[in-house]
């Protein structure tokens, strides 16, 4: 299976197919947990040291938890 625009542009045809899909998801999905663990470092750093509750960094771990969660439940749910 090709992606549907990806695979319009003529250079791009020969490259894309399910191993490029599939490592563009699971590289997504390692930066994504890669971004959660350096947000949730840097909360834990300014809670810990500097005695200060960041609230927006708080924000981006919950919604990163609410979307991976409730994404993994539309999912299970409907396969």
């Known amino acids: 299976m090709t992606h549907p625009v990806l695979s319009r542009i003529p250079i791009l045809r020969m490259f894309v197919d399910e191993r490029f899909l ?3 998801r699971r590289a997504s999905s390692i930066a994504g947990f890669a971004s959660l663990i350096v947000s949730g470092g840097l909360f834990e750093f300014r809670f810990f040291a500097d005695h ?3 609230w927006d960094l708080l924000a981006v771990i919950l919604t990163f938890a609410i979307v991976k969660m409730g ?7 409907n396969d």
């Not at 994404?71 to 749910?77: A, E, G, P, Q, V």
């Open 52 to 54: 200060i509750l960041s």
């Open 22 to 24: 599939e490592h563009r």
């Open 71 to 77: 994404l993994f439940s539309w999912y299970r749910i």
